[in-house]
């Protein structure tokens, strides 16, 4: 089968068949015709999470509209593992780093949780373009939910137990993180806390709860960004899909 990969990749939120014509968003019309320099006539590959891959011709496009006719599929739907991430908003920059590097680390969802000591604010419909763009490079064929920021407090009220919580908590566990996350399997979700860390009331809090699996990431103190990217990287390579 000839090579695809060099394709771009765009993320179709419409059912992908053969034979099938989608028209592309605007944002998705500029990236073809201004940024990638594409004509009529050549391929593309189109994703989502229910269909999969798809080989697709570009039949039409302009300044203004773009029409794509899907044709072959290339690979089958397949989702990243059910791994959740729980992260306090950080400052815009880094928000964009971790939503970016956590895509391509295959996360299956989002969830900005409000803390005690949370200072910062995001806008996860904001962040929607990030994450489209991160899948589509790091050649996911699924793209991460996202929830609205809530109260943890909220959040863990109505938690499902059989999701484990990995605690990201510097006072951590008896064990080490590599004997925590090999034994941790989906469905399960990573918590990190806000640049002011969590309250002793919270962690007080998470600690008594069955579902919670608390866990040192070492003896530094790592910034909110660093830990949920190293946290998801270790459990990806230990019971994950690396
Ligand atoms: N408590 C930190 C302090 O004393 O400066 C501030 C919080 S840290 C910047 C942000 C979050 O990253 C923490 O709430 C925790 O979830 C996670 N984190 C950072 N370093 C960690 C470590 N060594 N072990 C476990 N979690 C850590």
């Not at 919580?165 to 951590?172: N, P, Q, R, S």
């Not at 919670?212 to 270790?234: H, K, N, Q, Y």
């Amino acid at each position: 089968m000839r090579n695809y990969g060099t394709l771009a990749r765009l993320y179709i939120d419409a059912p992908l068949v053969e034979n099938a014509c989608v028209d592309l968003t605007q944002a998705q019309v500029h990236f073809l015709g201004t940024v990638m320099r594409k004509s009529e006539g050549e391929s593309v590959r189109v994703f989502n999470g229910g269909d999969g891959e798809y080989l697709a011709n570009i039949s039409h496009l302009s300044k203004r509209k773009a029409t794509l006719e899907v044709s072959e599929r290339l690979r089958e739907p397949k989702a990243c593992p059910d791994i959740w991430l729980l992260f306090a908003p950080l400052k815009k920059a880094r928000n964009n780093f971790i939503i970016e590097k956590a895509t391509e680390l295959g996360v299956a969802k989002f969830l900005p949780i409000l803390t005690e000591r949370t200072t910062s604010k995001i806008r996860m419909d904001k962040l929607e373009a990030h994450i489209i763009e991160a899948a589509e490079q790091t050649e996911r064929l699924d793209i991460p939910n996202f929830a609205a920021p809530e109260k943890l407090e909220t959040l863990l009220a109505n938690w499902d137990e059989t999701r484990t919580l990995i605690f990201a908590d510097e006072e951590g566990d008896a064990q080490t993180a590599a004997e925590i996350l090999s034994r941790v399997k989906t469905p399960c979700a990573i918590l990190i806390g806000p640049e002011g860390g969590f309250t002793a009331k919270e962690r007080a809090y998470l600690r008594t709860q069955t579902y919670v699996v608390p866990m040192s990431l070492g003896p530094r103190i790592l910034r909110a960004d660093t830990a949920a990217l190293a946290t998801l990287s270790l459990w990806q390579a230990l019971s994950g899909d690396w």
